[in-house]
C-alpha cells in the first residue's frame, strides 16, 4: 500500500529508523510521514522521496576550501592561531579547515553550502571566527534534527609544519561540535611542492563528515 505514512504522529526519527530497521527482510519500508513545516528537500531524516529503501542511519557530506596566503593577515586553521609569517586571506578569519568541515556537515544534511549561509558581502561576517560558523551549523542541524557524527578533514600547506597543533585543533572543533575526540580527526600533508598550496601561495583543506538523526531527548535543547 505505498504511499501510507509510516511514521505516527510524534515519533521521533531516531524510533522511525528503528522501526523501518525492523521491518527489514520483510515487509518493504514504507514512506515516512512528512513533518509539517519542512519541504521535502531531503534535509530532514525523515523526508525519504519514496518507499523503496530505507531510512539511513547515516549521512555523509564532502566539503572543499581553498584560500590566498597574505601578508598581515593571522593564520587561523581550526581555531587556532598559528605563528606563521602570513596567514589565510578571506571575510572571515579565512579558516579554511573550518570552512571545508561546514560545508562538508552541510552536504550530509542537504542544506546548501557556507556561501549561502553566510554571504561574503555580509558585513556581520568580517573577520569573525570560523568557528562560530561552525557553531551556527551544528544550531542549523538540529533545527533539522541532525546531529554531526564524525569528521575527518586534511588540510593541505607546504609550510609551516602542523603536526604539534593537530591535536589543539581537534580539541578546539571537538568542543564546537559536541563531539568525543575520537570522532574528529584533523590531519595535514604537503603536495612536495606542487600546485598553488605548494608554491605557498594558498592554503586548501578537505573534510568527510557523517550526520546522524538526533534522539529525542536532544532535539529540544
Ligand atoms: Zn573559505
Not at 525492523?22 to 518507499?51: F, K, M
Not at 557553531?135 to 533539522?144: M, V
Request: net charge neutral.
Amino acid at each position: 500500500m505505498a504511499g501510507k505514512p509510516l511514521a505516527a504522529a510524534g515519533r521521533s526519527p531516531a524510533a522511525t529508523v528503528a522501526a523501518l530497521n525492523r521491518r527489514s527482510g520483510g515487509t518493504p519500508p514504507r514512506p515516512p510521514r512528512q513533518v509539517s513545516g519542512q519541504t521535502s528537500t531531503g534535509s530532514s531524516p525523515e523526508t525519504l522521496p519514496n518507499g523503496e529503501s530505507q531510512l539511513p542511519a547515516l549521512r555523509v557530506g564532502c566539503g572543499y576550501d581553498a584560500h590566498q596566503l597574505e601578508v598581515g593577515r593571522r593564520l587561523v586553521l581550526g581555531g587556532v592561531e598559528i605563528d606563521h609569517a602570513r596567514g589565510l586571506a578571506g571575510h572571515s578569519d579565512g579558516d579554511v579547515l573550518v570552512h571545508a568541515i561546514i560545508d562538508a556537515l552541510l552536504g550530509a544534511a542537504a542544506l546548501g553550502d557556507i556561501g549561502q549561509h553566510f554571504p561574503s558581502d555580509d558585513a556581520s561576517f568580517r573577520d569573525v571566527s570560523s568557528l562560530l560558523l561552525l557553531r551556527r551549523i551544528r544550531s542549523l542541524l538540529a533545527e533539522h534534527h541532525w546531529r554531526p557524527g564524525n569528521v575527518d578533514a586534511t588540510i593541505v600547506a607546504q609550510q609551516p609544519r602542523l603536526a604539534a597543533v593537530l591535536p589543539d585543533m581537534r580539541r578546539c572543533l571537538a568542543e564546537v561540535l559536541v563531539l568525543p575526540l575520537e570522532q574528529v580527526s584533523v590531519k595535514a600533508t604537503t603536495t612536495d611542492w606542487l600546485g598553488f598550496t605548494g608554491r605557498e601561495e594558498g592554503m586548501a583543506a578537505l573534510a568527510v563528515a557523517t550526520v546522524v538523526p538526533m534522539v529525542p531527548a536532544v532535539i529540544d535543547q
